[in-house]
């Protein structure tokens, strides 16, 4: 476990090499720039070809999409107590998300001109569901549910298969619940690519939408401008500031729930208010690690891409953790200094707050979506929300007399830009 204190001269350039560490490598961008081209080029055959090369999965283009009865029957066959699971969930989202639906308004301007705006559905909306060794049902529903509530006439689903071509009869029963029907057995960047330019079997879709691995990530980077991403959600990362009110057991765990995920790339980080505090987590962590299914995979992240860092002042954890704009960020303080760090931190995905709040609450069942920005794009982009599944469109609406009274401004900005034919579009009417 590497470990940095907030007070030494070298810090911040510790820190930066540390978050460098999960920005695409140039290895990355050059091999999804060629999966993408090839798919863009020769479309279903090499769809085909990488879903062999990577998935072991040996598809023709006729069998990419699952057949919705299958979709049907999953759901059917699904154990009791996970269609209670995965609907208690799906409940929670629901309410959450239907909350921040976006709704027209019109009003008049300083002129009483009519302005306003209104919100349309993305016509066509793709979603990228991580599969394989880690089926994320999960973010079935934290993306469709979103869709669903958007209004969105076309919801394409991708995951990847396993070598037989079999997706994770869960995932596809939690599809059936939130009620998409068009799944594609794709995964990957020929999946993103697929969405992205469309293929003779695969309609591209508007905008993509969800999370993956750094090649995933890095191919929605790449198609930005052909078709809209909804962020960067790539590799898991959890930041945890804790004082001496936190439970180190808790903490541990929530560190290492996050770890499992295994890809190698994922980011942890904690930062703490003494020494002690960090000697305790890590002897829990170790403890812990033994209990655990992906252990191996979980050790490996750890090794390298785990910090822990000593900071004493809530100044210095604030602008840490602004520096660092965690994908989870968990406060387990004293509540006067988490009411402090709760105003100062303004560039974390999502905050969990206390010793009873750990961030898998959030990737399952609390309600806001767990599709969220890491490697440090929290600075600008904010989680998953209905509202990304909408397009917002103004309205204007001037008449005889409102038209008069904005002559002259217009006038006069045509003249400073020199665009004499817009001011004239104006007077003529004035």
């Known amino acids: 476990m590497k470990t940095l204190s907030a007070t030494s001269k070298t810090f911040a350039d510790e820190l930066a090499a540390f978050c460098r560490a999960a920005e695409p490598s140039p290895e990355i961008a050059a091999s999804v720039a060629a999966i993408l081209a090839d798919v863009r080029a020769r479309g279903d055959e090499a769809v085909s070809y990488y879903a062999a090369k990577f998935d072991s999965a040996k598809l023709r283009a006729k069998e990419f999409r699952v057949k919705p009865t299958l979709i049907a029957d999953a759901a059917k066959k699904l154990p009791a107590a996970e269609r209670k699971a995965i609907e208690a969930a799906h409940a929670n989202i629901l309410a959450y998300n239907r909350k ?3 709704a027209n308004w019109t009003a008049k301007n300083k002129h009483g001109a009519e302005v306003g705006e209104k919100f349309d559905p993305i016509r066509r909306v793709g979603l990228y569901i991580p599969g394989g060794q880690v089926p994320l049902v999960s973010t079935v529903l934290m993306t469709a549910t979103m869709a669903k509530i958007a209004g969105c006439p076309q919801i394409a689903a991708f995951t990847p298969s396993d070598p037989s071509g079999k997706v994770s009869p869960s995932l596809l029963a939690a599809l059936h619940i939130a009620g ?5 057995r794709i995964g990957g ?17 508007d905008k993509i939408f969800g999370p993956g ?17 909804d962020s960067l959600p790539g590799p898991s990362e959890l930041m945890v500031i804790a004082d001496d009110t936190a439970r180190a057991d808790f903490v541990a765990a929530d560190l290492l729930a996050q770890a499992e995920h295994g890809s190698g790339r994922e980011k942890i980080y904690l930062v703490a208010t003494s020494q002690k505090i960090i000697d305790a987590i890590s002897g829990e962590i170790q403890s812990q690690l033994k209990l655990i299914a992906r252990s191996e995979k979980t050790q490996a992240v750890l090794t390298g891409g785990f910090l822990a860092i000593e900071a004493p002042a809530p100044d210095q954890i604030a602008d840490i953790a602004n520096y660092v704009a965690p994908e989870h960020l968990e406060i387990i303080t004293k509540p006067a200094a988490e009411k402090k760090l709760l105003r100062a931190i303004t560039t974390a995905g999502a905050i969990f707050l206390g010793n009873h709040t750990p ?5 399952f069942t609390a309600g806001p979506s767990h599709v969220l920005p890491t490697a440090r794009t929290a600075r600008f982009s904010s989680g998953l ?11 204007v609406r001037y008449a005889a007399a409102s038209v ?27």
């Open 385 to 395: 929300r209905t509202a990304d599944f909408m397009r917002r469109t103004s309205i």
């Open 359 to 363: 961030t898998a609450l959030g990737d």
């Open 404 to 430: 008069k009274k904005a002559n002259d401004v217009t006038s006069r900005f045509a003249a400073m830009e020199k665009l004499d034919a817009h001011g004239r579009s104006v007077k003529i009417r004035a």
């Open 213 to 229: 691995n750094a090649y995933v990530c890095e191919a929605k980077r790449q198609v930005f401008g052909t078709v809209g991403v």
């Open 189 to 205: 960047v020929q999946a993103v690519g697929a969405m992205a330019y469309g293929t003779t079997t695969i309609p591209a879709v």
């Open 180 to 184: 998409v029907d068009e799944v594609y």
């Open 100 to 102: 921040n639906l976006p």
